[in-house]
T-cell receptor, first 116, second 112 residues
Framework: GAGVSQSPSNKVTEKGKDVELRCDPI?????LYWYRQSLGQGLEFLIY????????KSGLPSDRFSAERTGGSVSTLTIQRTQQEDSAVYLC??????????????FGEGSWLTVV | SQQGEEDPQALSIQEGENATMNCSYK?????LQWYRQNSGRGLVHLIL?????REKHSGRLRVTLDTSKKSSSLLITASRAADTASYFC????????????FGTGTQLKVEL
């Protein structure tokens, strides 16, 4: 697609429920990233995919968080048993290859999650 | 923490003035990038500077990098009201793989 697409753009869920956030990266981009941004804060790294594998998932805050990527394209971030502190904007990004080589990463518009 | 820190946290200027934002980081980097974010949603890449570069320009943007001081600055010249946004620096630090580490950002407000 023309840009990184995320859905839903907004999600309100009850505490304890599971949520799935979807990211559709730019076509041909092998690297995909998930970040989280709490209100008024900087971005917190969650996980990085190269193809379908996740060589760096060091930022996932707990075992309630998981992510997968299939077909080297779409990725899903799943949060189980949501808590109020999970409320944040979840941002997905992609790049042609890993950004350590200096490749620009392109962000989606994010999914705003509110846990009530 | 490897997080960069921006300074100032907030900046308010008049249209036409220049805006300077600074970023400091803690460890050796591969590159440093600046991003812009409107209204708390998607980030837009502005400019990337590699560790062996000292200055880069893009339109009204000028970025400098001083690896000896572990700092970078973003200068926006002749600011416009449309430049109002949050600006973040992000570093790819040596040994950090493909993770970008973001600072907490500078909120820039350009008033008419």
């Amino acid at each position: 697609g023309a840009g990184v697409s995320q859905s839903p753009s907004n999600k309100v869920t009850e505490k304890g429920k599971d949520v799935e956030l979807r990211c559709d990266p730019i076509s041909g981009h092998t690297a995909l990233y998930w970040y989280r941004q709490s209100l008024g804060q900087g971005l917190e790294f969650l996980i990085y995919f190269q193809g379908n594998s996740a060589p760096d998932k060091s930022g996932l805050p707990s075992d309630r968080f998981s992510a997968e990527r299939t077909g080297g394209s779409v990725s899903t971030l799943t949060i189980q048993r949501t808590q109020q502190e999970d409320s944040a904007v979840y941002l997905c990004a992609s790049s042609l290859v890993g950004q350590a080589l200096g490749n620009t990463i392109y962000f989606g518009e994010g999914s705003w999650l509110t846990v009530v | 923490s490897q997080q960069g820190e921006e300074d100032p946290q907030a900046l308010s200027i008049q249209e036409g003035e220049n805006a300077t934002m600074n970023c400091s980081y803690k460890t050796s980097i591969n590159n440093l990038q600046w991003y812009r974010q409107n209204s708390g949603r998607g980030l837009v890449h502005l400019i990337l500077i590699r560790s062996n570069e000292r200055e880069k320009h893009s339109g009204r943007l000028r970025v400098t990098l001083d690896t000896s001081k572990k700092s970078s600055s973003l200068l926006i010249t002749a600011s416009r009201a449309a430049d109002t946004a949050s600006y973040f620096c992000a570093t790819s630090f040596t040994g950090g793989g493909n993770k970008l580490t973001f600072g907490t950002g500078t909120q820039l407000k350009v008033e008419l």
